[in-house]
Antibody, heavy 121, light 111 residues
Framework: QVQLQQWGAGLLKPSETLSLTCAVY????????WSWIRQPPGKGLEWIGE???????NYNPSLKSRVTISVDTSKNQTSLKLFSVTAADTAVYYC???????????????WGQGTLVTVSS | QSALTQPASVSGSPGQSITISCTGT?????????VSWYQQRPGKAPKLMIY???KRPSGVSNRFSGSKSGNTASLTISGLQTEDEADYYC???????????FGGGTKLSVL
């Protein structure tokens, strides 16, 4: 059974870089897309982006200029960096396994436990 | 591109059936049979309930079913139980520019 555990800094100042890591246990990164999704407090879900095969990435157009998603296959981890954060980036951030590599369409399962990141001066 | 449109709330009594709609456009829901649904209980991560419009992952109750007509996808929960009370989100593939869109979420109350 695949499980995801994520961690990273929970309090940032405006203009700093958000950095989160998600470790995959009980399975391999290979053969799947790995996504990051966020949820502002009391609001809905927003897809941030995804990565597969350590190099192919797709990003939400509204965040593309500020986001980098990467994987470290040696550690079975995926990471998210969001640059130049503002208060609008305050949210719970989730990692999730996406669809199999040769399949289209959203299929996020399982999810990490979520990390609340607050941006405040 | 805008989020998919869901009703803010729906309610039902135990044993009843309810349907949650998810309206998109011809660029997303209407063009692809690639809609998924997620259940989120307070303080928890979302859980996949339906993918590719109507497929259920292993372990999800057959009381949950999905369908699509035109630009609108639907999640139906039959035989409502108090444990079904949660927020529900739809999600659709939206092509190679936008990729993934979520709905705004629907709060289900089981009265």
């Amino acid at each position: 059974q695949v499980q995801l555990q994520q961690w990273g800094a929970g309090l940032l100042k405006p203009s700093e870089t958000l950095s989160l890591t998600c470790a995959v246990y009980g399975g391999s990164l290979s053969g799947y897309y790995w996504s990051w999704i966020r949820q502002p407090p009391g609001k809905g879900l927003e897809w941030i982006g995804e990565i597969v095969h350590s190099e192919y990435t797709n990003y939400n157009p509204s965040l593309k200029s500020r986001v980098t998603i990467s994987v470290d296959t040696s550690k079975n981890q995926t990471s998210l960096k969001l640059f130049s954060v503002t208060a609008a980036d305050t949210a719970v951030y989730y990692c999730a396994r996406g669809r199999p590599a040769m399949v289209r369409g959203p299929r996020f399962d399982p999810w990490g436990q979520g990390t609340l990141v607050t941006v405040s001066s | 591109q805008s989020a998919l449109t869901q009703p803010a709330s729906v309610s039902g009594s135990p044993g009843q059936s309810i349907t949650i709609s998810c309206t998109g456009t011809s660029s997303d829901v209407g063009s692809y049979n690639l809609v998924s649904w997620y259940q989120q209980r307070p303080g928890k991560a979302p859980k996949l309930m339906i993918y590719e419009v109507s497929k259920r992952p292993s372990g999800v109750s057959n009381r949950f079913s999905g369908s699509k007509s035109g630009n609108t996808a639907s999640l139906t929960i039959s035989g409502l139980q108090t444990e079904d009370e949660a927020d529900y989100y739809c999600c659709s593939y939206a092509g190679t520019s936008t990729f993934i869109l979520f709905g705004g979420g629907t709060k289900l109350s089981v009265l």
